[in-house]
């Protein structure tokens, strides 16, 4: 089996496709790359024939479940990173990713920082990396990062791990892993569900991946019709009585300014 691949997920045609292909094809420690897709087009096809990368089209409705689940199954590979069109990889993510599986073999999730890319330029200070790169302090205890409650710890005020920044050992936990109902919250409740299984959370906290907020991004339509509040307030529900519930929620509606 292959230690690594990434599975990019390309949704219509995003004007960010290839530059976030590029980042994986420039990485220092070279890897496994496939393009899925529920919505072939011939600005897909025509990326994927210019790098030489398998095209893989899912049939059906597009839903980010399915094609989550898709894209992680179609990797042959250890690790999976389900590579987000929007954003770009720092060259050594997939060379960090195995000097800590090497380290700790038991790591079914390898994730880290990230720089937030607003339009084409770097962010100078974002007050929400910040607080969730605080949220995040538990797993650099990495001598007990594979105990339940230092997992759970790092989700308990929400989801301080970014998405496109995780590789999911397959190898561990299996095919189809996630089977979360929510839509925005999909990454979060996968994560939480994953804190009770054996295994190791590692956390590469120097920033490994270049995150865009944009207009168009699904969690900005996720806060325009309201399913994020009401996913996010779900899975606090989870965790905390609904007096803490609402208090958190109070705050988390102020954090959707990031996305205006």
Sequence with gaps: MKPHAFAVCAYKDSPYLEACIRSLLKQSVRSDIILCTSTPSPFIEKIADKYQIPLLVRQGKSNIREDWNFAYDM???????????????????????????????????????YTVIRGDRPAVFEKVEFIKRLLRLPLRLRSISHLSWVKKSVLLFGNSICCPACAYNKEQLGESLFTSPYRFALDWDTLYQMSGLPGRFICSERPILYYRVHGEATTKACIADNSRFKEEADMFSKMWPEPVVKVLMHFYRKAYKEYE
């Design 75 to 113: 990797a042959e590979a250890r690790f999976v990173t389900i590579a987000h069109q929007d954003d770009l990889y720092q060259k050594d993510y997939v060379k960090k990713l195995l000097e800590c599986y090497k380290k700790y073999p038991d790591m079914t999730l390898f994730t880290g920082g």
